[in-house]
T-cell receptor, first 114, second 112 residues
Framework: KAGVTQTPRYLIKTRGQQVTLSCSPISGHRSVSWYQQTPGQGLQFLFEYFSETQRNKGNFPGRFSGRQFSNSRSEMNVSTLELGDSALYLC?????????????FGPGTRLTVL | AQSVTQPDIHITVSEGASLELRCNYSYGATPYLFWYVQSPGQGLQLLLKYFSGDTLVQGIKGFEAEFKRSQSSFNLRKPSVHWSDAAEYFCAVGAGGTALIFGKGTTLSVSS
């Protein structure tokens, strides 16, 4: 079974631009979560989607948004990029909702904002 | 509010020696607890998890962790470390839905 895939793996943008990151979960998984990883703040939860609905959201500004499609693939969008948005963005999929479901992480998208 | 503390930022262990990585959590109810490992350029891999029951949990790659409610701890252990265990280790607590709250991580170096 293929793992979680994230595209692109690396991205360079400039301040003020917007960016869209993509995540394809493991086949059959219906829950997708996104995390931001930075050296200073560590791993922080962004949001969770299940059956195309956002179920949970972390403490991030409205510039961060996401969506999930009927095939469970998910996209994350960041508008009006700031230097502080430079980070590794990780996507995780799981079979269902709830922390007791094991989450499988993708390799991440490394975003650099110049 | 829920939180996870990993007191050790960096630990160096000799190959073949035992390992213990510390994790303390703050959570009002019975926590779901996890340990993940991240190798350079990779995503996170689940080592083990605790939901309920036996407080000593066995995981992959020879790791185990013990849940101690009285100490709010969930320390990770391995009896004999291999060079391939060098990585960053994250403790996490389930925070509702599939959201996880992670500690800041402990970097493990293995010396020969």
């Amino acid at each position: 079974k293929a793992g979680v895939t994230q595209t692109p793996r690396y991205l360079i943008k400039t301040r003020g631009q917007q960016v869209t990151l993509s995540c394809s979960p493991i086949s059959g998984h219906r829950s997708v979560s996104w995390y931001q990883q930075t050296p200073g703040q560590g791993l922080q939860f962004l949001f969770e989607y299940f059956s195309e609905t956002q179920r949970n959201k972390g403490n991030f500004p409205g510039r961060f948004s996401g969506r999930q499609f009927s095939n469970s693939r998910s996209e994350m969008n960041v508008s009006t990029l700031e230097l502080g948005d430079s980070a590794l963005y990780l996507c995780a999929s799981s079979p269902g909702q709830g922390s007791f479901n094991e989450q499988f992480f993708g390799p991440g998208t490394r975003l650099t904002v110049l | 509010a829920q939180s996870v503390t990993q007191p050790d930022i960096h630990i160096t262990v000799s190959e073949g020696a035992s390992l213990e990585l510390r994790c303390n959590y703050s959570y009002g109810a019975t926590p779901y607890l996890f340990w993940y490992v991240q190798s350079p350029g990779q995503g996170l891999q689940l080592l083990l998890k605790y939901f309920s029951g036996d407080t000593l949990v066995q995981g992959i790659k020879g790791f185990e962790a013990e849940f101690k409610r009285s100490q709010s701890s969930f320390n990770l252990r391995k009896p004999s470390v291999h060079w391939s265990d060098a990585a960053e280790y994250f403790c996490a607590v389930g925070a509702g839905g599939t959201a996880l709250i992670f500690g800041k991580g402990t970097t493990l170096s293995v010396s020969s």
